[in-house]
C-alpha cells in the first residue's frame, strides 16, 4: 500500500499532494489551524483552532475537535471534494447538489497531511454475541447447571423481556440473564427487576423454603466484578462463568 505522508508543508505542496491524492481515490486526513463554514439547509462557524479534516473517497468529510467522538462538522457520501489556494489559505470544500450544502475548511496552516488507499471494505463479522451466548445454551442446557429446561427466550415480563426463561431440575423457575462480557453490579440489579416481575406474576413473595416454590436468578457472563459478586450473594441468586462462543 502507498502512503503519502507530509509535514508542515506549504499551501501549495499541499494542494498538489491533495489533487493527486483525489485523483487516486485516497483517504486524506489533515491536521491543521483552521475555520470551518457549513452552508446549506442552515449555516454554521467554526472559528479558528487546531483539528482534523478527513476527506473520504466516498465523499463524506469529518471535522473533529479535541472533543467527543462525533465530528463538530461533517458531509455525508456523496459530496465531491475540491481544494484551491485562496487568499493566503488552503481551501478545502466538500459540495453536494441534493441538497445544496457547502462544507469548507480554510487552513491558514496545514501540520501534517497524509493519503493512502484503504482496501477490505467494511463487510463485519460479529463474534461472541449475546445471541452466541444463548444458543450455546439452548443446544447444551446443562452448561447453565445439571437438569435446567428452557422454556422460552425473550419471555415477556412488566420489567421487560427475559433473555432465558426456564425451570431447574426441582421445577422451580428461573430467570437467566445473559452477558458477552464481563459485568458489574448494574448487571445483577437488571436481574433482579426481572426475578421481582416474575415473583410477583407467580404470586411468590421472595425466596422459598422448606420447599417451596422459588423464582431464582442465574447470570451468564464471562466474568463478573467483586461487587457484583456481592450483590448476586445478597440475592441468592447464581452466577455462570460462560463465553459467548466455545473455545477452540
Known sequence: ????SVHDPSHREALWELEDAFERGDLITLFGRCTVSYEGRAASDLG???RLCVLKPDGAALVHTDEGRQPVNWQPPGSEHRAAV??????????RSNPDETLTVRFDRVHQLSAMAVTGGRDLTLHGSEEDLRTRILERPELVEPGFTPRETER???AGPMDVFGHDADGNPVVVELKRRRVGPDAVGQLARYV???R??????GPGDGGETTVRGVLVAPSITDRAAE???DRGFDHVALEPTPEE
Open 1 to 4: 500500500m502507498t502512503v503519502t
Open 48 to 50: 479558528s483552532g487546531d
Open 86 to 95: 485562496r487568499e493566503g489559505t488552503l481551501r478545502v470544500r466538500s459540495t
Open 156 to 158: 415477556p415480563s412488566s
Open 196 to 198: 421481582r416481575a416474575m
Open 200 to 205: 410477583a406474576e407467580l404470586g411468590v413473595d
Open 231 to 233: 450483590r448476586l450473594a
